[in-house]
Every structure is written in structure tokens, then in C-alpha cells.
């Protein structure tokens, strides 16, 4: 059984004022939920801030990117085991806004996933077709590819190292982010279960424990719906994630016995 996940993205919002209110209000606000694992994923200047502030609390907390290099001369870039050091759980690899507004490949994709295993962060890879791949049916190719290229990459001490870890894959289709406009659950699920199958065809065992998360426009209204389908564990939740109340009830949706009422 996969414990449910909600993992929030701040993406470029936040300072140190506003962040501790909302880690403050977060931190009461989640913490009698038991059956849902939680993190947020902040911009890299407030990494600090998060440990110190969500440190032994039910939620983790994590980075948006990392270098797909180890070290060296990369002005302006972040390791993976600079992250480490403020303990964080997670990064997020792959957005769709990383691979459209700084150009990141299939194949830089797949090297950050590698860093980031190395450094025993634990990768949310993210995969997704924009609106005009959809329209020209082409989500599955565009899909595949992403994460074909990530599999090809992992050699089996990578694949051991993902098991090990937890690797999170998240499905967000680009034009859902952002746009109020989601996923219907049927589509999030036909797509989960071809990334699950795809990561099924080079290691069984890691595919069924792997968290498969949806992203785009999830908010309280419609979290409900979306989670409970079989393939889908949970949400990589943006704007929902900047308001105490709403991501509770995101949270709230993903646990479990809530999404076996939902499936009946
Ligand atoms: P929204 O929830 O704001 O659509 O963002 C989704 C996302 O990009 C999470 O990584």
C-alpha cells in the first residue's frame, strides 16, 4: 500500500516574514493528519528557514531543482548535496517550467534525477504535455519520451538507489498549471497508468511502490475526485500550497480513508 503524499511547491513566492507565518500556520493547521505524507518545497534562499522551522514537525521540506552537475565552476547553480545539507527530503526535478523557461532537457532532466540519489535526496520527477501536444495527440509520445530518457539513464545501482529512496514521479500536464483548468480524474489516471507501466517495463517491483503524484490546478474543490483514483497518490500542488486552509484540505482529500470512500 503507498502512503498518499501532497507535496507543495512555492515556486518564486515567499520572503522571510511571510514564510513564517504560513510554515506557522501550516505546522498547527497539519499536524494531526496521520495518514498523508507531507512536504513543501521552497525556493533555495529558505531552505534554512524551513528546517529550522519545520524540523520535528509531520511535514518535510524539500528544493524545486538541483544542478545537474556534482561541482565546479557553474556560477549561480545549486548541488544536490548542497540541498542535502539542509536536510531535505525532496527535489523536484524536471518542472515544465524549468525545461521550458531555462531550456533543461530530457537528458539534463535525467542527469539532476542521478545527483539528486546521489546525494540521498529523493527525486519528484515531473513529466507533462503542453496543450498543443495534447490537440495533436501526442501526450503519450511526449510522456513516453521524458520518461524513457530518465529510465535509459539509471543504470541498476540508480534503479537500487530510486527504490530505496522513494523516487516520486508527478504527472502535470502544462497546460493545467497554473491555469485553474485541470486534468479530468479519467485523464490523470489513463496517464498514470502509462507512466506506471513504462516504469513497470524495466523494474516491477520499483513501479508498484512508486508514488505517482498529479499536478495542475489542484485545490480543494476538485483534490477529492482526482485522488481517488487508483494510480494517482497524491498531489504537486502550486497555488493551493500558498494558503494554510487550502492545503489542508488537499491534504485532508489524499488520506487514505477518505480515498476509499471517494472510489466506492
Ligand atoms: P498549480 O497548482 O498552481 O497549477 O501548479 C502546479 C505545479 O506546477 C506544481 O508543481
Redesign the pocket.
Known amino acids: 500500500m503507498r502512503t498518499p503524499l501532497v507535496i507543495g511547491?512555492w515556486k518564486m513566492h515567499g520572503n522571510l516574514a511571510r514564510n513564517r507565518m504560513l510554515f506557522t500556520s501550516l505546522t498547527l493547521g497539519l499536524r494531526d493528519l496521520q495518514q498523508v505524507d507531507i512536504a513543501i518545497c521552497v525556493p533555495f534562499p529558505y531552505l534554512g528557514q524551513a528546517q529550522l522551522l519545520l524540523s520535528g514537525t509531520n511535514i518535510a521540506w524539500g528544493a524545486q531543482n538541483v544542478s545537474q552537475f556534482e561541482e565546479g565552476a557553474f556560477t549561480g547553480s545549486i548541488s544536490a548535496e548542497m540541498v542535502a545539507d539542509f536536510e531535505c527530503r525532496f527535489a523536484i526535478i524536471g518542472?515544465s517550467e524549468r525545461r521550458a523557461l531555462s531550456h533543461e532537457s530530457d537528458q539534463s532532466a535525467a542527469n539532476r534525477f542521478v545527483q539528486t540519489l546521489h546525494a540521498g535526496v529523493t527525486p519528484v520527477f515531473c513529466v507533462g504535455e503542453t496543450g498543443a501536444e495534447r490537440d495533436a495527440g501526442l501526450a503519450k509520445s511526449v510522456v513516453g519520451k521524458q520518461m524513457r530518457t530518465l529510465l535509459d539513464s539509471l543504470v541498476s545501482e540508480n534503479l537500487a538507489l530510486a527504490g530505496r529512496l522513494g523516487a516520486v514521479f508527478s504527472y502535470?500536464p502544462v497546460w493545467?498549471?497554473?491555469t485553474g483548468k485541470h486534468a479530468s480524474p479519467a485523464e490523470a489516471q489513463e496517464m498514470h497508468a502509462f507512466i506506471r507501466n513504462l516504469i513497470a517495463a524495466r523494474a516491477p517491483e520499483f513501479a508498484t511502490a512508486s508514488r505517482i503524484l498529479y499536478?495542475?490546478?489542484?485545490n480543494a474543490g476538485n483534490a477529492a475526485s482526482i485522488f481517488a483514483m487508483p494510480d494517482i497518490d497524491g498531489g504537486?500542488?502550486?497555488?493551493?500550497s500558498l494558503d494554510a486552509d487550502s492545503f489542508r484540505q488537499v491534504c485532508e482529500a489524499a488520506q487514505q480513508p477518505m480515498r476509499a470512500s471517494a472510489a466506492l
Open positions: 511547491n518542472h502535470e493545467a498549471i497554473g499536478g495542475g490546478s489542484v504537486l500542488v502550486g497555488r493551493s
